[in-house]
């Protein structure tokens, strides 16, 4: 668990915890921030982001609201949205989002906001528009994670040909081992064996060929991309 904490760049009181509580303070770690994250890739078998909503850090709910109160600025609007949302309290969240969005209907953080509510709520269809404007308004937005957020609801709409799209063009974009991996776990799940060795043999290939820090990012994916390219090797014996 100290070792996820490093490589995850966790809070500081996470070291302090796990070590002075040792071994009760790695249960604890590993019950609030290693198994959710867990659960959510196994939820849905593709290794994509899903609709997650992380453990509430920073200001309490009420003084960001208070904050608002006080200087009622875009930015400090969105703060108070995603803690909204962090705390699964979408439709406050939502409302906030959507304000913030008619005041300027350009800004990708308040788009990504609406999507991301839509998304929570399970209306993927109305989310992918907003999905496709992040995009379109900034290609590099939250480390592309509005690409993957567009498949995965794409995927929950049994639309495997659109998030194939989706995920081709982000790896052509921004060829990296985690990008290859989910690429690849959806072409196997489409039935695009041969396709899915190739992305999952290139996924390993950069890993390997990374530098000590990449390697180190990137390993959870790697071992993802081993353990599928393994299992489409045994599919054919």
């Not at 960001?64 to 949205?81: D, G, H, I, K, Y």
């Not at 439709?91 to 839509?118: K, M, N, W």
């Not at 994670?145 to 040909?161: A, E, I, V």
């Amino acid at each position: 668990m100290f070792v996820d904490a490093l490589r995850r760049k966790a809070d500081f009181y996470w070291y302090i915890l796990i070590i002075l509580l040792m071994p009760i303070g790695g249960f604890i770690y590993f019950f609030f921030i290693k198994l959710p994250e867990l659960q959510a890739a196994s939820a849905d078998g593709r290794g994509l982001a899903a609709i997650s909503f992380p453990m509430r850090k920073g200001p309490s709910i009420r003084s960001l609201q208070a904050q608002v109160s006080e200087t009622p600025c875009q930015e400090n609007r969105l703060v108070l949205a995603w803690a909204l949302f962090e705390d699964q309290r979408i439709p406050e969240s939502s409302e906030i989002f959507v304000t913030c969005h008619q005041a300027d209907d350009d800004d990708a953080e308040c788009v990504y906001g609406i999507a991301r509510c839509l998304s929570a709520n399970g209306e993927h269809a109305q989310a992918a528009t907003y999905y496709e404007k992040v995009i379109g308004l900034d290609r590099l937005f939250r480390d592309y994670d509005p690409w993957l957020d567009l498949s995965f609801g794409y995927l929950q709409t049994d639309d495997k040909n659109k998030a194939l799209e989706v995920l081709t063009k982000l790896v052509a974009e921004a060829p990296r081992v985690k990008h290859k991996t989910i690429l690849g776990r959806c072409l196997a799940d489409a039935g695009f064996v041969d396709q899915a060795r190739t992305a999952l043999t290139e996924a390993i290939a950069d890993y390997e060929e990374s530098s000590f820090f990449l390697q180190r990012d990137n390993e959870n994916w790697v071992n993802q991309a081993r353990g599928l390219l393994a299992g489409l090797s045994t599919e054919l014996h």
